[in-house]
């Protein structure tokens, strides 16, 4: 090959990444809006921005509404052993028992399961360069955390959840 045909064969190439990159993005705005569009119409319980803020404190607004992430090693619940369930810190649905909870030693309270009734639900996440798995509140939306495939048995999955988005209600005794 000519040195003339492979700088040819350079810029076609180099092309070809920025169309595709291009395409990517847009296909992922269209996904954004659908998402948004069918949660609009999933959620049970549905508030404005400013609603929330009134009821939520800063740091879970900023975890719950704006998909942050609360330091690991920091929250509330990373090593909480006691019997009970874990519910939406935003619209209190229930979303994690204790018993499907485990040492991850990743920092986050990790469960292996969600409560029963798809009361969580996931979306690919492709923010901060890699694409994971965000899971949400099914009833209002609110951020959780990240579900990954490096979880325990029987299923294998590792919810990763800020322990801001949840509330813990022990067992009465
Ligand atoms: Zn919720």
Known sequence: ???KSSSLLLIFCIFAIISCS???TQELQAQTKNTKNKGTKKMTVEK????WKKILSPEQYRILREKG??????????DT???GAYHCAACDALLFESDTKFDSHCGWPSFYQAAAGDKVTTEVDRTHGMVRTEIMCAA????LGHVFDDGPKPTGLRYCVNSVSLLFKPSKK
């Open 22 to 24: 291009n395409s990517e």
């Open 1 to 3: 090959m000519n040195s």
């Open 69 to 78: 992430t609360e330091r690991p090693w920091s929250g509330e619940y990373n």
């Open 48 to 51: 404005t921005e400013e609603e």
């Open 81 to 83: 052993k006691e019997a």
């Open 140 to 143: 209002c939306g609110g951020h």
